[in-house]
């Protein structure tokens, strides 16, 4: 298994695999737009030259980025590739520089186990719901904010 910065040429697949999981109401859809702007966020995982996950640092603030569009296909799930794709994004943020990473998501447990503590949404800069207008379930959310942050 490779993890690796997406290129060009993966932004196709990044974007079916995302939106498969969007439309069991799972995560946000994205545009091919948005993901072609936002190619540089994301982490791909891939074996034998199939792409099995993907993950996105999107930096936010001088001090705040976001961890999202995290997908691993049903066949490669349970096996630790959500995590490691985690934990690229959380050391790229640390190149950084960056000292808090949040996260929204309907399993907050998985993300507990890499080190994220449960945070109020309301907390959360403004900035950060530009995405949630959105989504057919805004305000009625039910996802759950964490927060990693690096100790100093």
């Not at 959310?141 to 100093?152: G, S």
């Amino acid at each position: 298994m490779e993890i690796r910065k997406a290129k060009i040429a993966d932004i196709k697949i990044i974007h079916k695999l995302i939106n498969e999981f969007a439309r069991k109401g799972e995560m946000l859809p994205r545009s091919l737009n948005e993901l072609y702007e936002n190619i540089r966020d994301f982490f791909i995982a891939e074996d034998n030259n199939e792409i099995k996950g993907v993950c996105a640092l999107h930096i936010l603030w001088e001090d705040l980025a976001e961890i999202r569009s995290l997908v691993v296909r049903k066949e490669s799930q349970k096996k630790g590739l959500g995590s490691i794709l985690v934990k690229n994004c959380l050391n790229e943020a640390k190149q950084f520089g960056i000292k808090k990473i949040f996260v929204l998501t309907y399993i907050p447990e998985f993300f507990k186990k890499t080190g994220f503590k449960e945070h109020d949404k309301s907390k959360l800069p403004q900035k950060i719901w530009s995405d949630c207008i959105k989504c057919p379930k805004f305000p009625e959310c039910e996802e759950v904010a964490l927060i990693y942050e690096f100790k100093e």
